[in-house]
């Protein structure tokens, strides 16, 4: 795949071609292992080989930045996050920072009947009664859901008033509660949690491989690790639950789907949810449908072109989130 010829990615293509290669060395990686894997405005991803680099958001803040990416090499958590390659000194590119990360094959999207749902709530599970670890880790700011809430909410009122949804969604957006966003427990969060943030772990299978050629044990396939740090740290864990929550509620998420899921974190002892998983749920499911919609609105109206047909569910179901609102907690159905 050829790069796209703008200046940030011929740079980070760069960056990655010499941290994969030594000096001097030819690269003789095949066409299809070097490319862009994601070029938005909260990160653009470039892979080279067996490497990933990544320029992350303009305008982060360097002290939490470093906190979440020390969390993500921490070994506390290396059976939950796949770790970076290098933790310091951060690299920078146009004044963003670059990160460096193994490659790691990620969910297909051509076979959803294979989307590891339990292996997701498995590691959201284990990370959320992981104890904050030690070190720069422990500087952790909060966890960025609520936050990234809020500002999908604020871009739609920037970018698409006069949509004819914005009302609807905006409707939705005020039976969230304030506070949401500090109410809870503050435990370690992943922040942004979807099934694009899974990838497995490559590194840890070959190494696993190269033991059992010597004799020692292995797993039948590589690990599942989460990826994408850039919004972790300290919060309510069932901000991680609310994405696949807000689709289970919105009917896009089979409910055979959503038991196996919910089922497999309780087993792995999420600390999250009881016997009404919705008490804990409610909330922030109601907020990640909102943030759904909202970015929805925005992005259909930058791109000239309707709502297609998962957005207009989630418009749907704000109208649904805005009709149950009453003026004490919020109801348990979306």
Do not use: N
């Not at 990620?106 to 959803?112: F, L, Q, S």
């Not at 030690?134 to 871009?155: C, F």
């Not at 999420?270 to 109601?286: F, I, Y």
Request: net charge negative.
């Amino acid at each position: 795949m050829d790069l796209p010829d703008r200046p940030l990615l011929d740079a980070l293509a760069a960056y990655a071609h010499a941290a994969a290669h030594r000096p001097g060395t030819p690269c003789r990686c095949a066409g299809g292992l070097v490319g862009v894997l994601a070029d938005r405005d909260d990160g653009t991803v470039v892979r080279h080989g067996r490497l990933v680099a990544k320029a992350h958001a303009p305008g982060i803040e360097p002290e939490a930045h470093r906190a979440r990416i020390a969390l993500a090499a921490h070994p506390d958590v290396r059976e939950v996050f796949l770790p970076p390659l290098t933790v310091s000194p951060p690299g920078e590119l146009d004044g963003r920072p670059v990160s460096l990360w193994p490659y790691g094959s990620p969910v297909d999207p051509a076979d959803p009947d294979a989307a590891p749902w339990e292996e997701a709530a498995r590691l959201l599970a284990r990370l959320h009664r992981t104890p904050p670890p030690d070190g720069e880790a422990i500087r952790l700011p909060g966890m960025r859901a609520p936050a990234k809430a809020a500002l999908a909410v604020d871009r739609m009122r920037r970018t698409a008033p006069d949509h004819p949804a914005a009302a609807t969604v905006l409707a939705a957006w005020r039976s969230v509660p304030d506070g949401a966003a500090t109410d809870g427990p503050r435990l370690l969060c992943h922040g942004d949690f979807h099934l694009g943030q899974l990838v497995r772990d490559e590194e840890s299978a070959e190494s696993a491989r190269s033991a059992k050629s010597e004799g020692g044990p292995t797993s039948p396939s590589a690990p599942w690790r989460l990826i994408d740090p850039d919004d972790a740290g300290l919060g309510d864990p069932a901000w991680d639950l609310a994405r696949p929550a807000a689709w289970f509620a919105a009917g896009i998420l089979p409910p055979e789907i959503w038991s196996r899921f919910l089922g497999a974190y309780q087993e792995a002892g999420g600390p999250v949810v009881g016997a009404d998983p919705w008490a804990q749920l409610d909330v922030p499911a109601r907020a990640l449908t909102v943030q759904t919609a909202a970015l929805a609105v925005a992005k259909s109206t930058a791109e000239g072109r309707p709502l297609d047909e998962v957005e207009d569910v989630m418009i749907d179901t704000c109208a649904r989130i805005a009709g149950h609102r009453t003026d004490s907690a919020p109801t348990a159905s979306t």
